[in-house]
């Protein structure tokens, strides 16, 4: 016996549902009605046991996402309210389940760098030296000196431009819309250096196994003297105009608590985890690149709520802009890549005007870095979101036999469905905006 | 003046043209303005300057596909936009331009102006409800909750003139503050009001219905095509209207600054069509202004959270406004008495 | 099995050994200690507490290996949860940083399991491993020592099918409930299978697209307002 459903709209999921089991899972995670109700709706075999015209009683489940301006790109917040509180979260990703990982293992290791630039789309050039000092590590390939500047400077830039985006983007969720505009001009600025570094204002890819795929110019280092000048008053004007807007801290202020136990136990990373309390930061843990000689400060807060996050992010582009100063000044002169056709691509002269170096231009696009077989490795660098770490194993072909990427985004949701519980509508975006998540990232 | 049922008809024609008008202008303006905060130069394409992007904007909403939802009610979901626009135009029916240009002087046009900013949330939450849609729900609900919340404030800041005008008919309040405006004699109740009638018209830091980040579009989710159209014009000219009431009872509507002086030192002005003009230029000079801090105010600051805005509507701004009917109550009292 | 078969056996795996030495052009070499590693950290290098787990857990640390300086041990699938409470609670491993699942498409104890913990205060990274056997798809649960690892134990199980026991949520990561394989084996194909993934409908009163590449294949969906007026909209 079927139920003549008494409320229009009620036969909706008879017509159309897709991937039933994978919502019905969800409903179930939430403990909600719903999730017997639409059993009861559409296998329909007995007597309901619920009254139809009040199904839900007071409990309305919202679906977030996975198309919603706040989300920051496709992630799904199920979340069950009473009123305008959030009983219960749940978090679905996936919506931009690549799976690079799978694919990575039909690519040379060189070839699988354009894919790191997707992963997080607001900083590519800390995904691409994460990928390239994984590989290097794995195959023990050192790197000349000003590549290793170079790489420092621009990761430094790259979390600038990512920090850029979070603060613009957090105020939009909350918003105010102007400082999105402003913090994009910021992004401009740094987009043009990278244009000018590496041809590319996006998705650079401009990190290479060995080393990096061009030197800097006079003018992009002109450029960069311009923006470390340039900079820290601007976002210490973002600082004074936000630090004291009573609005901004009263939607931050104890939003999202998560004391430093807590963000360890649910694996939270980066900005986050220093929000917290928690002095780990992978350039002071196990510092790569050049991070050991340059002099700067992790800031961190012991608060853990939204407006701790803000405060360390803040403090930490200024920080950065320190770092870039001081590899301004130290830049050696060098070689970009390392000269070794086993390791490295040869440059564009070798390739042009000599016989061996298009042999191993070829060899190397064609098979390319050839770790021992049995080697693993993992390195983990501080991207802008936290720590970014690679697995690699390779089975001594010139292609991995499994990558594995331990993203930010990913541990830093996990802590989200926490924070959300018990809060309201209102700051679930701003919960959303201050964890900071890049789904290419997470749904790797 | 009495103007004949013609002359109130065709001058109600001009005034509501005149409001879609002004409407489109503000569309402009805070496009312009708001690309002036944000260092981008705005819409500068149609038109000289970009000024006919809001009549481009317009034509778009014609030409779309008109949505309704399968399972909304049709009924109330094309009425609630209708209900909007139609209230939003019904209030400067009451509003004086100049001296003796008003197209409905009625003897109690303030009450006339609480009611039917009361009856817009009627537009707003139906519009929610019969979207069938969650997040036009939520909007629809915050909107209800806000505007009752705020009204109170806002009835009270309105009682603190009236009881110092002495009367319920706007053109009496207007003419009351020939001396001194009211925003120097009551400077509280102006605060309150000006920020009730942000509440009250739904905009920023008070847009809570429409929150964009979080309930999507709020109340008007499922609204597409001219039907959004209206929405967005009765946000418009609601916002210019209450402009038009802030100025009206704290700021001395049509009057010009220091008029009496003026008056005195040109007596031959008394009575003519140029004092007119002027006393509406003087209106329109103050009424930009308002529209100007509208604009500013809305791309500056964050949104307020639904516990905070009702902790400043029930926690703050209503003890202030009931102290201050009370201040003003017995100041008024008092200055009979002396004087 | 007879000897000239056994020798047939021999013969093709050495056979394709040589095979593959020839395709890939690359010599096949053992990964040596490699301690000269230029990216090798100091943090990794924690042999004193591998010898410290086998000093309390013995035969269950079954191999410890080192590669570019970092230790790693493999040790028993049942003890993991224990030697993980001893490594929190004992020497301070309270961080949980990464949990991943290698398929190694062997035929013996074909998976495996990795667990990345760090010590923040010490500066110290370890990673121990399980092995995970196909006929026994499962693994204990570290969500009661680190909450941290639900996610990743079910981004295992998505990819992998190793499921955990005693998880409290053990549903799929990133692929829908719906999804019947698991795509990162080595044997499942990087094309995906057709069909498995039902796409939403073309339109509204539409069948669900069964082929990723409908429209590449010829179909034409027909227009949303050739089709009848639905119920629903009848009913409104």
């Known amino acids: 016996m079927s139920i003549a459903p008494s409320f229009v709209g009620a036969d909706l999921g008879q017509q159309f549902r897709f991937w039933p089991r994978h919502n019905e899972a969800l409903y179930k995670r939430l403990e909600s009605k719903h999730a017997w109700l639409e059993q009861e709706l559409h296998e329909g075999d007995g007597e309901p046991r619920v009254d139809i015209r009040d199904p839900l009683g007071n409990e309305m489940i919202l679906n977030m996402g996975p198309q919603h301006p706040a989300t920051h790109g496709v992630l799904r917040c199920v979340v069950q309210m009473d009123g305008e509180l959030v009983e219960r979260a749940v978090l679905d990703i996936g919506y931009l389940h690549r799976g690079i990982e799978k694919l990575a293992e039909s690519k040379t290791y060189q070839e699988f760098m354009p894919y790191t630039d997707r992963m997080d789309y607001l900083s590519p050039y800390s995904n691409n030296v994460a990928w390239c000092l994984a590989v290097e590590k794995l195959a023990g390939i050192e790197v000349p000196e000003r590549a290793q500047w170079i790489r420092t400077m621009m990761c430094e830039l790259a979390r600038i431009s990512s920090h850029m985006l979070w603060l613009g983007v957090g105020l939009m969720d909350a918003g105010a819309v102007s400082v999105f505009l402003w913090t994009f001009q910021g992004r401009e600025d740094i987009y043009k250096i990278f244009d000018e570094v590496a041809g590319a204002r996006f998705t650079v890819s401009h990190s290479r196994i060995g080393g990096i795929a061009s030197d800097l110019s006079p003018s992009s280092i002109a450029m960069l003297k311009d923006f470390v000048d340039r900079y820290p008053d601007v976002i210490q004007g973002w600082r004074d105009l936000l630090n004291r807007n009573r609005i901004w801290i009263d939607r931050n202020l104890d939003i999202g608590t998560i004391t430093a136990e807590e963000a360890k136990e649910l694996g939270l990373t980066g900005s986050n985890l220093r929000g917290s309390g928690v002095p780990y930061d992978v350039r002071r843990f196990e510092p790569y690149l050049k991070y050991d000689d340059v002099d700067f400060n992790i800031p961190i807060r012991t608060e853990g709520d939204c407006l701790a996050r803000y405060h360390v992010r803040m403090e930490e582009m200024l920080e950065s802009i320190k770092i870039i100063k001081q590899c301004l000044e130290r830049l050696p002169e060098g070689k970009i890549r390392a000269d070794d056709a086993k390791a490295a691509y040869p440059s564009k002269e070798e390739v042009y005007y000599s016989m061996e170096g298009m042999i191993h231009d070829f060899m190397y696009t064609d098979t390319g870095v050839t770790p021992p077989k049995g080697a693993r490795a993992y390195h983990a660098i501080e991207a802008p979101k936290g720590e970014l770490g690679f697995y690699l194993e390779s089975d001594g072909t010139g292609r991995p036999s499994r990558v594995h990427i331990n993203s930010p985004s990913f541990s830093n949701l996990q802590a989200l469905e926490y924070m959300m519980e018990g809060e309201s509508v209102a700051d679930v975006v701003v919960l959303i905006g201050s964890v900071d998540p890049v789904m290419g990232e997470a749904d790797k | ?339 | 099995m007879r000897d000239d078969q056994k020798n047939v056996a021999q013969k093709t795996a050495a056979h394709r050994e040589d095979e593959s030495l020839k395709f890939y052009f690359t010599p096949v070499d053992p990964p040596g200690p490699d301690t000269d590693n230029p990216h090798a950290k100091s943090s990794t290098l924690v042999e004193d507490i591998l010898a410290t787990l086998e000093e309390e857990f013995g035969e269950d640390i079954l191999e410890k290996r080192a590669y570019a300086g970092e230790h790693e041990a493999i040790v028993a699938k049942d003890r993991i949860v224990d030697i993980c409470r001893f490594l929190k609670e004992e020497e301070g491993f309270d961080y949980l940083v990464d949990l991943a699942g290698v398929d190694r498409f062997t035929e013996e104890e074909r998976f495996e399991v990795l667990y990345n913990l760090v010590n923040v205060e010490r500066g110290k990274r370890v990673r121990l491993r399980i092995r995970v056997d196909e006929d026994d798809l499962s693994a204990p649960t570290l969500t009661g020592v680190f909450m941290g690892a639900g996610w990743n134990e079910r981004e295992v199980y998505d990819m992998l099918g190793i499921r955990f026991d005693g998880h409290p949520d053990m549903r799929r990561m990133f692929m829908p409930e719906d999804f019947e394989y698991y795509p990162q084996r080595k044997e499942f194909p990087l094309l995906g299978v057709p069909g498995s993934l039902p796409l939403p409908p073309q339109t509204p009163e539409g069948e669900l697209t069964m082929d990723p590449f409908a429209a590449a294949h010829g179909s034409k969906p027909r227009k949303s307002y050739d089709e009848p007026r639905s119920d629903f909209e009848q009913l409104g």
């Open chain 2, 1 to 339: 003046m009495d103007l004949g049922l013609l002359w109130t008809a065709i001058f109600g024609f001009l005034v509501i043209n005149g409001m879609l008008t002004a409407a489109a202008l503000l569309v402009y303006a805070e496009r312009r303005v708001s690309g002036f905060m944000q260092n981008r130069p705005g819409p500068n394409r149609v038109g000289p300057a970009g000024l006919l992007t809001p009549f481009a904007d317009v034509a778009k909403f014609l030409f779309k596909e008109d949505v309704v939802p399968a399972a909304s009610a049709r009924f109330i979901h094309s009425l609630a936009p209708i209900m909007m626009v139609v209230i939003a135009m019904t209030v400067p029916a009451v509003i004086p331009f100049a001296r003796g240009v008003v197209i409905a002087d009625i003897s109690v046009s303030v009450l006339v102006v609480l009611a039917l900013t009361s009856i817009s949330v009627y537009g707003i939450t139906l519009a929610g409800w019969s979207s069938n849609n969650k997040y036009s729900l939520l909007g629809g609900l915050r909107s209800a909750a806000q505007m009752i919340s705020y009204e109170l404030s806002m009835g009270l800041a309105v009682v603190s003139v009236v009881v110092m005008a002495g009367s319920l008919s706007l053109v009496e309040i207007v003419e009351a503050q020939n001396t001194a405006w009211y925003v120097f004699l009551n400077p509280l109740g102006a605060l309150i009001f000006i920020i009730t009638a942000f509440a009250e018209t739904n905009r920023a830091p008070f847009d809570l219905p429409e929150a964009e980040q979080e309930l999507v579009g709020g109340y008007h989710t499922e609204y597409s095509g001219m039907k959004f159209g209206m929405f967005f014009l009765a946000e418009y000219v609601n916002w210019f209207v209450a402009s038009f009431i802030i100025v009206t009872l704290f700021f001395g509507g049509y009057l010009l600054p220091f008029e009496e002086t003026i008056l005195s030192l040109v007596p031959a002005l008394e009575g003519t069509v140029l004092l007119g003009i002027l006393q509406f230029a003087s209106l329109m000079a103050k009424v930009a202004f308002f529209a100007f801090l509208f604009i500013w105010v809305r791309w500056t600051l964050p949104r307020f959270k639904y516990d905070q805005l009702m902790t400043i509507g029930w926690k703050y701004l209503l003890p202030l406004a009931i102290i201050n009917v009370l201040i003003i109550a017995i100041g008024v009292v008092a200055a009979h008495a002396l004087f």
